[in-house]
């Protein structure tokens, strides 16, 4: 260390990425923009965020998509499975809608890419409760392929009905052993998330929007709940879509000044294990 401040490892998995067609990502930004009035930082485009990562010292970047409405995963699942084959060391979290009337097959297409690590479920845009009953065959299909889900279900950095740790204890009630990943540290409900961990061992948190004391964004447990879950807590930055620089947050949590193995752990070791358990 240098100062007391802690050194990232050199390799770092990025596990909170967003890569969409490039169209859709262009009205993704407009939306961001109406609604929320957030200028997005990075206009990139899928090839250059990869670039762009990679020349960060990001060697594994873990990416999602959704669908927003019915009639379009089929279609991104598509592109996934065509740029999956186009980089190495890319994975995937693909798209799923449960009013396609072929859902269960483009979710099983998708989900026998190696690098396919499960489905994203966005209950804020897509507008459905966690413990949907029709969401319960992916949900069968995803423990039978060893995958894994990767849920937008807090309240921030917004929310509505569909989210919120409520409705999350109301699906972990009926699938205990769901294989999930929390998006942004289970914010605003970082205690009823946080609280979750010790009786759930398939659970795991990424830190995206979780460290920006700019937007009012700021994990609140302290550092020694970070410690006590340093095994289960991922690095994700939400690139492209970011407010303020990338480094921010990075710079954040190392500002926090916790050990060394936390940092190793979760920039590196969590996310190279999840992967391999999926993969090999």
């Given at each position: 260390m240098k100062d007391n401040i802690p050194m990232l490892p050199d390799k770092i998995i990025d596990f909170h990425?967003?890569?969409?067609?490039?169209?859709?990502?262009?009205?993704?930004?407009?939306?961001?923009?109406?609604?929320?009035?957030?200028?997005?930082?990075?206009?990139?485009?899928?090839?250059?965020?990869v670039d762009h990562l990679r020349q960060k010292g990001v060697v594994r970047i873990v990416y999602s998509n959704y669908a927003h409405k019915a009639g379009i995963a089929e279609g991104l699942n598509n592109w996934n499975l065509k740029i999956l084959d186009e980089f190495d060391e890319l994975f995937c979290f693909a798209a799923f809608h449960p009013e396609d009337q072929n859902a269960l097959d483009i979710a099983d297409k998708v989900l026998g890419h190696p690098k396919v690590l499960g489905i994203k479920l966005q209950l804020l845009v897509q507008n459905f409760y966690p413990d949907d009953k029709r969401l319960f065959p992916l949900y069968e299909?995803?423990?039978?392929?060893?995958?894994?889900?990767?849920f937008h279900v807090g309240t921030g950095p917004s929310g509505n009905k569909y989210v919120g740790i409520k409705n999350f204890k109301k699906l972990l009630t009926q699938y205990p052993a769901l294989p999930v990943n929390v998006a942004h540290m289970g914010g605003f409900?970082?205690?009823?998330?946080?609280?979750?961990?010790?009786?759930?061992e398939l659970l795991f948190f990424d830190t995206?929007?979780?460290?920006?004391?700019?937007?009012?964004?700021?994990?609140?447990?302290?550092n020694q709940c970070l410690e006590w879950y340093k095994d289960?807590?991922?690095?994700?930055s939400d690139f492209p879509n970011l407010i303020y620089p990338r480094s921010d947050e990075i710079n954040c949590l190392k500002n926090l000044n916790l050990s060394q193995e936390f940092y190793q752990n979760v920039f590196y070791k969590n996310g190279q294990q999840l992967i391999d358990s999926i993969t090999k």
């Open positions: 990425v967003h890569l969409f067609p490039d169209r859709l990502l262009d009205s993704i930004w407009r939306y961001f923009s109406d609604v929320y009035q957030w200028k997005v930082r990075y206009h990139m485009y899928y090839r250059d965020c299909m995803i423990m039978e392929k060893n995958k894994r889900l990767l409900e970082y205690r009823e998330f946080f609280d979750l961990l010790p009786n759930y995206s929007f979780s460290f920006l004391p700019k937007m009012n964004l700021m994990f609140n447990l302290g289960k807590i991922l690095y994700g």
